[in-house]
Nanobody
Framework: QVQLVESGGGLVQAGGSLRLSCAAS??????????LGWFRQAPGKEREFVAY????????DNADSVKGRFTISRDNAKNTVYLQMHSLKPEDTAVYYC????????????????WGQGIQVTVSS
């Protein structure tokens, strides 16, 4: 069973930065063959797409709400995907999930087959 484990969340003031990490725990998981995505879910809202990175690392895309502030990257040698978040806003407060997608579409959460347990990010005003 593949496990994706997020870390790096917490409480930060508006305008601050955080870096989320997500590591795959199963050594036999072909991490480098999967696109990786970040989603988030705020209380009372649907889980929404934040960013994805293609298995090759050559293609990325972000939601409009985070463009210019968040950057997704991956290190296949470490089986880890990152989400660097700058200029955080209170509306970024949510539980953030990483997920793995074998073939796309990459903004559609239904295409993701493995999910982490989620990690809380809280941005205070």
């Amino acid at each position: 069973q593949v496990q994706l484990v997020e870390s790096g969340g917490g409480l930060v003031q508006a305008g601050g930065s955080l870096r989320l990490s997500c590591a795959a725990s199963l050594r036999t998981f072909t991490f480098s063959s999967y696109a990786l995505g970040w989603f988030r879910q705020a209380p009372g809202k649907e889980r929404e797409f934040v960013a994805y990175i293609h298995w090759s690392g050559s293609l990325t895309d972000n939601a409009d709400s985070v463009k210019g502030r968040f950057t997704i990257s991956r290190d296949n040698a470490k089986n880890t995907v990152y989400l660097q978040m700058h200029s955080l806003k209170p509306e970024d407060t949510a539980v953030y999930y990483c997920a793995a997608n074998p073939r796309g579409p990459y903004k559609d959460r239904a295409s993701y087959v493995y999910w982490g347990q989620g990690i809380q990010v809280t941005v205070s005003s």
